[in-house]
Structures are given as C-alpha cells and as structure tokens.
C-alpha cells in the first residue's frame, strides 16, 4: 500500500500502513487474517469471512522522505534546504500527534481527518497552524482555527 502524497516542497509523504478495529464495520462480525504478498514483503490484511468489509479504520500511518541535502551553497539553496527541512519537521510533529490523538480515542467520534491524515498541511503557516489544532480539545472538537476563530 505505497500511495505517495505530493507535497508543495520536493519531497514525498508515502502511506505505510493502516490500523483497523478487529470487528467488520458493516456487519460487526470478527474478522479472519489473510496473509498476500506486496512486492517481496508478506503483508496481513484483516477481512470479513461473510460480507468481505474491513475492520472501522483508526488510524493511518505515514513515513516521510526528508529533504534533499543542498546541491551548493549559494544562500537560495541553503535557504531552500533550511525551508524544507523545518516544513518536515513540523509535518513530521503533525502525523506523531494526529497517531497519537486517533489510536488513544479509537473508540470516541472524531474528525475524519485525524484518522486518515487527509489533507495534509501544504505548507509551513498550514503545518504550525495544525499542530496548534491538534494541541487545543476546544479547536479539534470543533475544527476551528486558533488565530481567526474559523475553519
């Protein structure tokens, strides 16, 4: 399940993996291991033995590539280097927080977005401004920005 996510930087977020309830989320019967190979790498996917549906999804997990090293040291590239790797950071901060908040109220109602991890911040302001989300139960329960009092 390698699905790369394009981000404005020149880097990648690429999906490793999902972590679904042990009960089909359309019938609530326990659902059967079934082991397929991805590439060369065994891979275990839980599935209905009778309506084929998955387990209710609680959280998707995602690795993200870190910049590229700069190719000189002309102050553009060494600003462009600084730049991306404080924008993984923050998104890399994003995605631990959002695992975290998902997988302790798995069995609570909230947003999509904390499960899936879908959209993903674009840029810098959007990171530090989902990080302040994730910090405030007021903003998350609500999806209201901190700074404007909206969405």
Excluded at 15 to 28: D, K, L, S
Excluded at 82 to 94: D, E, P, Q, R
Excluded at 120 to 144: E, F, G, M
């Amino acid at each position: 399940m390698a699905i790369k996510v394009r981000t404005g930087s020149n880097f990648y977020i690429v999906v490793t993996g999902e972590q679904r309830e042990g009960f089909c989320e359309n019938c609530r019967t326990k659902t059967e291991k079934q082991y397929y190979m991805e590439g060369n790498r065994k891979r275990v996917k839980a599935i209905c033995p009778q309506c084929g549906g998955q387990g209710r999804l609680i959280v998707r997990t995602y690795s993200i590539r870190p910049p590229l090293p700069p190719q000189c040291l002309s102050f553009r590239c060494v600003w462009r280097f600084f730049k991306n790797s404080l924008f993984v950071l923050l998104i890399t901060a994003y995605h631990a927080k959002r695992v975290a908040y998902a997988t302790q109220n798995r069995n609570k109602e909230i947003l999509e977005r904390y499960r899936t991890g879908e959209p993903s911040p674009q840029t810098i302001w959007q990171a530090i401004h989902a990080n302040l989300k994730l910090r405030c139960p007021v903003c998350r329960k609500y999806n209201v920005d901190p700074f404007y009092g909206g969405k």
